[in-house]
């Protein structure tokens, strides 16, 4: 990403069928639009599982021809998923990012500076859901966290864009 790019993030997220059957009506509405938009896929059952989230997230890379190139990941609950990938993949550029005002300070005032100059186009309606679901708490020493206001709104998508963009910085090199 240079000073003059413009860069467009594309969102692909899993939900349960179990959840999705939990939601009021007026946020089922929305959750049908992102579904419809193509970036929500719903999975089976009441945990997900992880073997099911990567050949579905393998299926869609392939049919959406993505290069990818690296990628960040939340170590919470993606062990099983990452192992595949270094397996089937290769182990280079794969960053683990811990969630935190440590890694998410810097990296959130990195993003809203690309978002201000209007360097980052968030063109989905389930991104720009989660953006609007977001507030960062800034502490006296000026560090950053990324919350949500309730339990209820989903922020998946930016928590899954910071992740990435962490392993796109340790990783520049791979798109020269």
């Given at each position: 990403m240079t000073n003059d790019s413009l860069e467009s993030i594309f969102v692909y997220l899993r939900f349960l069928g179990?959840?999705?059957s939990k939601l009021p009506q007026s946020m089922r509405q929305k959750y049908d639009e992102f579904m419809r938009e193509g970036t929500l896929a719903?999975?089976?059952g009441t945990v997900l599982d992880m073997m099911e989230v990567y050949d579905d997230h393998d299926a869609f890379?392939?049919?959406?021809?993505?290069?990818v190139r690296c990628f960040g990941y939340d170590p919470y609950?993606?062990?099983?998923?990452?192992?595949?990938?270094?397996?089937?993949?290769?182990?280079y550029g794969i960053e683990k990012v811990i969630q935190g005002a440590k890694t998410e300070s810097m990296t959130l005032g990195e993003l809203k500076k690309l978002s201000e100059q209007r360097k980052l186009l968030f063109d989905e309606a389930l991104m720009q859901f989660a953006m609007g679901n977001c507030i960062t708490l800034e502490d006296t020493n000026g560090n950053r966290k990324l919350l949500k206001q309730r339990y209820d709104q989903k922020i998946d998508a930016v928590a899954?864009?910071?992740d990435a963009y962490v392993s796109y910085k340790v990783n520049?090199?791979?798109f020269e």
């Open positions: 179990y959840t999705l719903v999975m089976e890379i392939e049919q959406s021809r993505y290069d609950n993606a062990k099983d998923f990452v192992e595949r990938w270094a397996r089937e993949n290769g182990e899954a864009m910071m520049r090199d791979a």
